[in-house]
């Protein structure tokens, strides 16, 4: 059963870090892109990094320079490593995946950073 589901977050102090991991079925590992979201309260949901299959990266603006995407081929999981954080971060982060046809959500994890 195609799947992905978040874990890590917490709460962190301003300029910590944190490293929140996508666990991915195979198919979606494989072959389509994952990505990660956020959405703080009362905010809609924003786009934050993006990994191809073949470990190309993107990112927002807003969090480029201070988080780093990455595959672990060994287990199925894409990594979001966030240093630098700032209070603005604070948000519940969201992996996602569109794989033949549907789209893929966890459940989100909550990232909580203090000033």
């Known amino acids: 059963q195609e799947h992905v589901a978040e874990s890590g977050g917490g709460l962190v102090q301003a300029g910590g870090s944190l490293r929140l991991s996508c666990a991915a079925s195979?198919?979606?590992?494989?072959?389509?892109?994952i990505d990660w979201y956020r959405q703080a309260r009362g905010i809609e949901r924003d786009w934050v990094a993006t990994s191809t299959p073949r470990g190309i990266a993107d990112y927002a603006e807003s969090v480029k320079g201070r988080f780093t995407i990455s595959r672990d081929t060994a287990r199925d999981t894409v990594h979001l490593q966030m240093d630098s954080l700032k209070p603005e971060d604070t948000a519940v982060y969201f992996c996602?995946?569109?794989?033949?046809?549907?789209?893929?959500w966890g459940q989100g994890t909550q990232v909580t950073v203090s000033s």
């Open positions: 996602e995946s569109r794989w033949n046809g549907y789209d893929y």
């Open positions: 195979r198919n979606i590992f494989t072959f389509a892109n």
